[in-house]
Antibody
Framework: VQLLESGGGFVQPGGSLRLSCAASGFTFSTNYMTWVRQAPGKGLEWVSAIGGGNSATYYADSLKGRFTISRDNSKNTLYLQMNSLRAEDTAVYYC??????????????WGQGTLVTVSS | DIQLTQSPSFLSASIGDRVTITCRASQDISSYLAWYQQKSGKGPNLLIYGASTLHSGVPSRFSGSGSGTEFTLTISSLQPEDFATYYCQQLNRYPITFGQGTRLDIK
């Protein structure tokens, strides 16, 4: 399993970025996928998730309306569209694969992360 | 949202020590709790899921217990590679939440 994030970088407040996560080594189309972020020197913060089959989406309450998660199963790629970015969105953003057997039990594979810096 | 509070936030221990980290949930989450280990600059590694089930490939010195609102992660005999930051995560209800983390340093 490999998860490779890209698209991070430097952006001014109010700007937008789209993160991508290229997945390989598993059946991407049927797997639940997650974005988790970590501000510099801080803990983990769950951002958003998307289901496999019906592609139901879930968001942290504080991010609803600004961030949109999506997937392209033909490209084995997960996305996170981030709009109206704020300084507090500065973080390393991780893509992760959901671990689901008879229930959702967490994330069993993680990417290396991509850094987003929001600053004027 | 369900709040998770880990204790302690910082822990200093020696090789061979037995250590326990506690995670308390603000409401009943049954057994929908996972534990992760994170080393500097890397993504987290899943250690325990379902509160007490060891994830594949994780050494047996790691164990988890608890249900409802109180959970523990125990490392029975610390090894040099165990010095890292540990997080609990609840998967009972959206939004998913993490504890604030416990940093485990070598004494």
């Amino acid at each position: 399993v490999q998860l490779l994030e890209s698209g991070g970088g430097f952006v001014q407040p109010g700007g937008s970025l789209r993160l991508s996560c290229a997945a390989s080594g598993f059946t991407f189309s049927t797997n639940y996928m997650t974005w988790v972020r970590q501000a510099p020197g801080k803990g983990l913060e769950w951002v958003s998730a998307i289901g496999g089959g019906n592609s139901a989406t879930y968001y942290a309450d504080s991010l609803k309306g600004r961030f949109t998660i999506s997937r392209d199963n033909s490209k084995n790629t997960l996305y996170l569209q981030m709009n109206s970015l704020r300084a507090e969105d500065t973080a390393v953003y991780y893509c992760a694969k959901g671990f689901i057997t008879n229930a959702y039990y967490g994330e069993d594979y993680w990417g290396q992360g991509t850094l987003v810096t929001v600053s004027s | 949202d369900i709040q998770l509070t880990q204790s302690p936030s910082f822990l200093s221990a020696s090789i061979g020590d037995r250590v326990t980290i506690t995670c308390r949930a603000s409401q009943d989450i049954s057994s929908y709790l996972a534990w992760y280990q994170q080393k500097s600059g890397k993504g987290p590694n899943l250690l325990i899921y379902g509160a007490s089930t060891l994830h594949s490939g994780v050494p047996s010195r790691f164990s988890g217990s608890g249900s409802g609102t109180e959970f523990t992660l125990t490392i029975s005999s610390l090894q040099p590679e165990d010095f890292a930051t540990y997080y609990c995560q609840q998967l009972n209800r959206y939004p998913i939440t993490f504890g604030q983390g416990t940093r485990l340093d070598i004494k």
